[in-house]
């Protein structure tokens, strides 16, 4: 290369034209000599120095820019040592002496879109290159003409350190030595047309500044897992359709706050958080979205840096000393995942390479009316690998057991919330997203073949969610039954004397409870925008209110489905949930609000001990309805078996009237004795346990024999059968 073609080529590199900056930068062979050019725009005089200090050459100005080239003895190490016009002295490894550690293996996997450890090869690694430890920058960036990282090691330039384009996997990359953790970063890309983007924080970062800040940071974690016993056994069974699952869900900013309003930290959670939803019984710990978002009031479900876990409870290995804590404890860790949209800020992946990259660019595909959001190009290969990828990474460097999928409904279908006209049909003509059900499918394979379970939020009718794809399925483990949370707490709204006008509300959950393994959530959605609190939505004095909230939760734990109780809902919360808060802890002074959190935390522990009440859930054989259809009285009373030796009756009045001597048909003759009284419990009066109830041999319900129980008002019972 002669002195024209250098001049050329730093001219395409600072005006934004260069993709194989190595070619000119950096050390090379001309002819016998070894020369050495840099770009360093603010330097007015750079010189090039030996590993030990020692003087090795001056360079000479050969750009205006600040391009310099100077000549070394041999082909040795050498460092860059610059004086700037203010007498300011930096030295450094030239960046563009090394070379890259992505192999032809991996550009061909992120190429095709089949890279399971994507995370480790584009983002911000740091690594040792050639015995220099440093940082080795990676983006996948098709469509930019120029792409450059910047940071405060290179004062935020980007002429500074413009990246290798490698052209088979569209990837832009660099190592940068000698800069390490914590170090903040951008990329700054000038798209096809030459116009520069705004910069952009990195699609695969895993670390961020505290907002209002938006940059990535550099992230190397040290953290040591102390949760062997659990990833060795536990984590195995604990998802199982025949385990207990009770899932605590959380919001981290708002469970509890400090005296000056600020939210806990990640390691006062892991104290805090954990060990209360040990105390109450919890099986499963469940974070609303603690991946990295710009705006609070989104509450994480418009995520904006999918690999990084929210810096506003603190940097990532406390976020895992988290989840290594719950693991201790006993606890699983489900983590909301939203793969469903994503905002349009700036700063993200909204037309990340000058184009629509991460989107569809046809708003009809590509834009959430709704919610003013993107969607993700599910089409492109790379765009798939990029969330299959993320999945993975959060169940094996965070070790989360369970990903709970946010708004399936509105990938599952081209028209979800459009009218005519505003969406486009699949190659048949119909509404269902077809590159989304083939997502679906390869996610699930890949994160259960990594050890992890996942949990659909769907809330419409397609079948077959929780159904293997060999039979026809999504392929996912579990799905929220959110038609059976609409009615049932439609019915407890209702006036206790007109709720037999609405009785199949109560029953009609069990007509296609076996179709699906379902969840049973009262989430979040529940206690916001209007729908007031579980407690607020029933009518009443204040003691009836919350003694029907107690029998709600009983006849919910006997209920075929895992459980899942937001947070607020045990201590019997008056008001809606607010993100800026915390939970009203001061309820627990009243009685009756601790009788309600000592209700929740007794049916965690029976629902857990009893398998009764859990491991038939996938099976209609383990659910019996004894009364169905005493809509006057508004009475419901089924057993709940697990083999022939284990069989609990769970009966529930939602009136305010007690029914004495109500009989009920028995499927088995014995005795049964009082196992739990929604009425009493963690108060001084708790009924005697041990007294039994005998059958007798009168008809009742169609059946021969039958038993009479006192029904207290606005209560439920679990009664345990004991045989002859």
Same mark, same amino acid.
């Given at each position: 290369?002669? =002195?024209?073609?250098?001049? +050329? =080529?730093?001219?395409?590199?600072?005006?934004?034209?260069?993709?194989?900056?190595?070619?000119?930068?950096?050390? $090379?062979?001309?002819?016998?000599?070894?020369?050495?050019?840099?770009?360093?725009?603010?330097?007015?005089?750079?010189?090039?120095?030996?590993?030990?200090?020692?003087?090795?050459?001056?360079?000479?100005?050969?750009?205006?820019?600040?391009?310099?080239?100077?000549?070394?003895?041999?082909?040795?190490?050498?460092?860059?040592?610059?004086?700037?016009?203010?007498?300011?002295?930096?030295?450094?490894?030239?960046?563009?002496?090394?070379?890259?550690?992505?192999?032809?293996?991996?550009?061909?996997? #992120?190429?095709?879109?089949?890279?399971?450890?994507?995370?480790?090869?584009?983002?911000? @690694?740091?690594?040792?290159?050639?015995?220099?430890? !440093?940082?080795?920058?990676?983006?996948?960036?098709? @469509?930019?003409?120029?792409?450059?990282?910047?940071?405060?090691?290179?004062? /935020?330039?980007? +002429?500074? $350190?413009?990246?290798?384009?490698?052209?088979?996997?569209?990837?832009?990359?660099?190592?940068?030595?000698?800069?390490?953790?914590?170090?903040?970063?951008?990329?700054?890309?000038?798209?096809?047309? !030459? $116009?520069?983007?705004?910069?952009?924080?990195?699609?695969?970062?895993?670390?961020?500044?505290?907002?209002?800040?938006?940059?990535?940071?550099?992230?190397?974690?040290?953290? +040591?897992?102390?949760?062997?016993? /659990?990833?060795?056994?536990?984590?195995?069974?604990?998802? =199982?359709?025949?385990?207990?699952?009770?899932?605590?869900?959380?919001?981290?900013?708002?469970?509890?706050? %400090?005296?000056? !309003?600020?939210?806990?930290?990640?390691?006062?959670?892991?104290?805090?958080?954990?060990?209360?939803?040990?105390?109450?019984?919890?099986? %499963?710990?469940?974070?609303?979205?603690?991946?990295?978002?710009?705006?609070?009031?989104? /509450?994480?479900?418009?995520?904006?840096?999918?690999?990084?876990?929210?810096?506003?409870?603190?940097?990532?290995?406390?976020?895992?000393?988290? #989840?290594?804590?719950? $693991?201790?404890?006993?606890?699983?860790?489900?983590?909301?995942?939203?793969?469903?949209?994503?905002?349009?800020?700036?700063?993200?992946?909204?037309?990340?390479?000058?184009?629509?990259?991460?989107?569809?660019?046809?708003?009809?595909?590509?834009? %959430?009316?709704?919610?003013?959001t993107l969607i993700f190009n599910l089409s492109r290969r790379e765009v798939a690998n990029y969330l299959i990828a993320n999945a993975l990474y959060w169940v094996r460097e965070f070790h989360v057991d369970a990903? +709970?999928?946010?708004?399936?409904?509105?990938?599952?279908?081209?028209?979800?919330?459009?009218?005519?006209?505003? /969406?486009?049909?699949?190659? %048949?003509?119909? @509404?269902?997203?077809?590159?989304?059900?083939?997502?679906?499918?390869?996610?699930?394979?890949?994160?259960?073949?990594?050890?992890?379970?996942t949990m659909a939020e769907e809330s419409t009718a397609w079948p077959m969610v929780s159904r293997p794809v060999s039979e026809g399925g999504l392929g996912f483990d579990y799905k929220w039954n959110l038609g059976w949370m609409h009615d049932t707490l439609a019915y407890l709204s209702e006036d206790p004397l007109a709720r037999k006008h609405h009785h199949d509300k109560m029953t009609f959950g069990l007509v296609y409870a076996f179709s699906e393994n379902f969840i049973l959530p009262l989430s979040h959605d529940e206690v916001v925008h209007g729908k007031r609190s579980l407690l607020g939505r029933i009518p009443g004095d204040l003691p009836a209110r919350l003694a029907t909230l107690r029998a709600y939760f009983a006849f919910m734990f006997a209920h075929p489905g895992k459980k899942l109780l937001f947070m607020g809902a045990e201590l019997a919360q008056h008001t809606e949930w607010a993100y800026q808060g915390e939970l009203d802890w001061a309820l627990l002074d009243a009685p009756d609000h601790r009788q309600t959190q000592a209700a929740v935390r007794a049916l965690n522990g029976l629902y857990r001990q009893c398998p009764a009440l859990h491991a038939g859930d996938a099976h209609e054989a383990s659910f019996e309805w004894l009364v169905a259809e005493d809509r006057d009285h508004s009475v419901f009373a089924f057993v709940r078996t697990f083999g022939a030796d284990e069989m609990i009756l769970c009966v529930s009045n939602f009136t305010p009237i007690a029914r004495s001597q109500y009989r009920i048909g028995l499927p088995r003759d014995g005795a049964f004795s009082l196992l739990f009284d929604s009425s009493n419990v963690g108060t001084d009066t708790d009924i005697e346990q041990a007294k039994l109830l005998d059958s007798a041999p009168i008809p009742s319900d169609g059946r021969t024999r039958s038993i009479t129980v006192d029904l207290p008002a606005l209560t439920t019972l679990y009664l345990r059968w004991h045989a002859d």
């Open positions: 290369m002669n =002195q024209d073609d250098v001049t +050329r =080529q730093v001219n395409r590199l600072v005006h934004g034209h260069g993709d194989d900056p190595f070619a000119t930068l950096g050390r $090379h062979m001309v002819g016998d000599r070894v020369v050495v050019r840099c770009l360093w725009p603010r330097a007015e005089h750079v010189v090039l120095i030996g590993p030990d200090g020692t003087h090795l050459a001056d360079m000479s100005r050969v750009h205006d820019e600040g391009a310099f080239e100077g000549e070394l003895p041999s082909w040795c190490d050498y460092r860059l040592r610059a004086t700037d016009a203010r007498g300011r002295v930096a030295e450094q490894h030239d960046a563009y002496r090394f070379g890259t550690p992505l192999s032809d293996l991996d550009l061909h996997l #992120i190429g095709e879109g089949t890279h399971e450890y994507l995370y480790r090869k584009l983002g911000a @690694n740091v690594c040792v290159m050639d015995g220099v430890r !440093g940082v080795h920058f990676a983006v996948w960036a098709p @469509n930019a003409q120029r792409v450059s990282v910047v940071g405060s090691f290179n004062g /935020w330039d980007g +002429r500074r $350190h413009v990246m290798r384009r490698h052209h088979e996997a569209g990837v832009w990359d660099i190592f940068v030595p000698e800069i390490d953790a914590g170090e903040p970063y951008k990329y700054e890309l000038i798209a096809a047309d !030459g $116009h520069k983007l705004p910069l952009k924080a990195d699609p695969m970062g895993r670390f961020a500044e505290p907002p209002p800040g938006n940059a990535s940071r550099v992230e190397n974690s040290d953290h +040591r897992w102390r949760d062997h016993d /659990w990833m060795k056994g536990p984590r195995a069974t604990a998802n =199982q359709p025949d385990a207990p699952i009770s899932i605590y869900e959380v919001h981290l900013g708002s469970w509890k706050r %400090h005296a000056d !309003g600020t939210p806990l930290d990640y390691d006062e959670l892991a104290n805090e958080l954990v060990e209360y939803a040990a105390d109450m019984g919890f099986t %499963h710990l469940e974070l609303m979205p603690i991946h990295e978002h710009p705006f609070d009031g989104s /509450w994480g479900y418009q995520p904006i840096g999918l690999y990084a876990p929210t810096c506003r409870f603190g940097p990532p290995d406390a976020c895992r000393r988290l #989840i290594d804590r719950a $693991h201790q404890r006993g606890l699983a860790v489900i983590i909301d995942w939203v793969a469903a949209h994503f905002p349009r800020d700036a700063h993200g992946l909204a037309e990340f390479d000058g184009t629509c990259l991460y989107e569809h660019a046809d708003p009809k595909r590509g834009a %959430h009316m709704d919610w003013g990903l +709970r999928v946010d708004a399936v409904a509105s990938m599952l279908y081209l028209d979800y919330s459009r009218e005519d006209g505003e /969406w486009i049909p699949n190659e %048949h003509g119909g @509404n269902e997203n077809l590159e989304a059900i083939e997502f679906f499918a390869e996610l699930n394979a890949r994160v259960s073949a990594a050890g992890g379970t």
